[in-house]
């Protein structure tokens, strides 16, 4: 039997203010693969997420478990895909596990508050990923790598198994930013699916079943990480020198410092 | 029990509204003392009990004339404006913005004078206060929204100062048009504000749509956490969000919008309750939208009784509320102003 995407995007356009930021992207998501988008800055990694999200309308077809995006009200997606965005303070503080159960909101009826259920669900997903001790605490007063572990949870606590994150580990401290890797690789090996922008070639070498390359608004590479990232391609997308090295038998990708380097 | 904590607050703040309430039927320029009320209760209610009748339709008249329905539309005003106030600051994901400051008041202060100069209709005046209530937000909001694409606080808290003083001017030129002996000298006294005009034939009236639209707002309550994420994540999480803001503003707009015609401009309550609301038992809009209605009233029936009792005259409510909401928003200003860059 072939195998069926999950999420499946088909010669995607999109433009801003006469500005072509998407012109003709294939994309194709499968079930518990980990997929790490990488490119440049402004070459459309983070307009695509939100054009699967259906945040922003396109040209184009994006399908989700081979239904079209038409088709599905945002309801509808919050019960296939859960969205990590890089956090973002928002004026009013609420509680980790308020932030949590939030995430219950897209199985509720219209008038139904979250039940005893759904606050067991939201419990055990805190538990999951190991911060039960921050429930009671105000998101706002979290460092960055603890809000991102408080919306990875409110992701599992809306039992889905497509998980898309926008830069995960921007902003986030050296530790931080390993430890929610990690995360991400455990939470791949339990079966949950990823769609992950990153800028760090290195951390899509270390987690990730698959790497799609864009630049100037197509995807211009898409393969095992092993064969898309490589001197080459560093070169060609990032105008810098870099090595890929082995390291305790994974793959690295490490950048050359060169002390004249022209005006970035 | 899930919602034990709930519960709890919503019991404590409905008492200490029903004490207040209480006291503003016995308190006034004719003091009714506890024991008296109770024989005069005995009697209304259950014809029980000695009380002479001289005394007996005295307080009658005091209470069912005079006292209750200002009671009754003191809560029901305040519960408005603070449910609204709570509302806003979550649609706009903004922690400054009222039915004042967006420019609602304003609005319609504005359409309810068109109304009493255009006809005598009540219904006519109602209408055109939510219409151009209605107009004012969305004038706040596209004039917030011309500057910047990104939802700025500032900006909208700007739109709406204009939109407030736009609306402001043109109420101006209705007064300067009205007949000076007679729609003028309403329009003016109306608007400073007070409640003791009412009667309880109009209190009910109004009192349908108010509770229609604060009932409304407080079974919407989940959706306004996830709106106040911001639009992007919250559509993320399944919002419709374009119904839930516009179904949610024309709520708000109804009841504020009403409570101006009832009452004029009554300012500040609708910023500060939710506020206050907030420090003490968090964001979650679950407890925030029923309690800051419950507080509400609360605060402007206490606010009422100041204004009947204070001095000989009667102060206009929307003064008082002024000067006792100006002080507190300025502690509540110095203790959030972290969460708000």
Not at chain 1, 213 to 239: F, L, R, T
Request: aromatic content about 8%; glycine content about 8%; some cysteine.
């Amino acid at each position: 039997m072939e195998l069926k995407p999950i999420i499946s995007v088909k010669d995607l356009h999109f433009s801003y203010k006469n500005h072509q930021v998407l012109s003709g992207v294939n994309l194709e998501l499968y079930r518990g693969e980990i997929v790490s988008l990488l490119g440049p800055n402004g070459c459309g990694k983070s307009t695509l997420i939100k054009l699967i999200l259906k945040l922003i309308k396109g040209k184009g077809e994006i399908a989700i478990d081979g239904k079209p995006l038409q088709n599905y009200s945002h309801k509808d997606i919050a019960s296939h895909v859960a969205y990590i965005p890089q956090y973002n303070n928002t004026p009013f503080n609420y509680s980790v596990q308020e932030m949590v159960v939030m995430g219950r909101v897209s199985k509720l009826d219209f008038f139904a508050l979250p039940s005893a259920h759904d606050y067991k669900v939201a419990d055990k997903a805190l538990q999951k990923i190991g911060i039960e001790h921050l429930k009671s605490r105000a998101f706002g007063q979290l460092s960055g790598g603890q809000k991102q572990m408080v919306l990875l949870a409110r992701a599992i606590a809306q039992e889905v198994n497509v998980f898309i994150m926008d830069e995960p580990v921007a902003g986030l401290d050296y530790g931080n930013q390993i430890r929610l890797l990690e995360l991400i690789s455990e939470l791949g090996s339990e079966g949950y699916t990823f769609l992950k922008t990153t800028h760090y070639p290195d951390h899509a070498l270390l987690v990730s079943s698959r790497v799609v390359v864009m630049n100037g608004g197509v995807v211009i590479c898409d393969g095992a990480p092993e064969d898309v990232i490589s001197k080459q391609m560093i070169e060609d997308v990032y105008n810098i020198k870099a090595d890929i090295i082995m390291h305790d038998s994974h793959r690295r990708c490490v950048p050359i410092f060169e002390r004249k380097r022209e005006a970035i | 029990m899930r919602y034990k904590k709930e519960a709890k607050y919503l019991l404590l703040a409905t008492l200490t509204l029903a004490i207040v309430a209480l006291l503003s039927l016995l308190w006034g320029q004719y003091q009714i003392d506890m024991s008296t009320f109770v024989e005069y209760l005995n009697y209304k209610l259950f014809s029980k009990g000695e009380i002479d009748s001289q005394t007996f339709t005295l307080i009658d008249n005091i209470i069912l004339e005079i006292r209750l329905p200002r009671v009754l539309l003191a809560i029901l005003l305040g519960a408005a404006l603070s449910t609204s106030g709570a509302v806003f600051q979550a649609m706009f994901v903004n922690p400054l913005v009222s039915p004042g400051i967006l420019g609602v008041l304003a609005g319609a202060s504005f359409g309810a004078a068109c109304g009493m100069l255009l006809s005598d209709s009540w219904l006519i005046v109602q209408v055109l206060a939510f219409a151009f209530g209605f107009v004012a937000v969305g004038f706040a909001v596209l004039i917030g929204s011309m500057v910047t694409n990104s939802r700025s606080t500032v900006m909208l808290v700007l739109g709406g100062v204009i939109s407030a003083a736009l609306f402001t001017s043109l109420l101006s030129i209705i007064k300067y048009v009205a007949d000076p002996y007679s729609t003028l000298p309403a329009i003016v006294y109306w608007l400073m504000g007070s409640l003791s005009m009412a009667q309880l034939n109009e209190v009910a009236f109004v009192a349908i749509p108010i509770l229609l639209s604060i009932t409304g707002m407080i079974f919407m309550s989940k959706y306004f956490d996830l709106m106040s994420l911001g639009d992007e994540e919250a559509k993320a999480l399944g919002v419709n969000v374009k119904l839930i803001r516009i179904v949610a503003i024309i709520l708000a707009t109804l009841a504020s919008s009403l409570s101006v015609v009832m009452a004029g401009i009554i300012g500040w309550v609708g910023l500060i309750i939710p506020h206050i609301v907030r420090m003490a038992v968090g964001p979650s809009h679950r407890l925030l939208i029923p309690l800051s209605a419950i507080v509400g009233g609360a605060f402007l029936l206490l606010a009422d009784a100041i204004s009947r009792l204070a001095l000989s005259v009667e102060i206009p409510i929307g003064i008082l509320t002024s000067l006792i909401g100006i002080p507190i928003f300025i502690i509540v200003l110095k203790n959030a102003r972290a969460a708000w860059n």
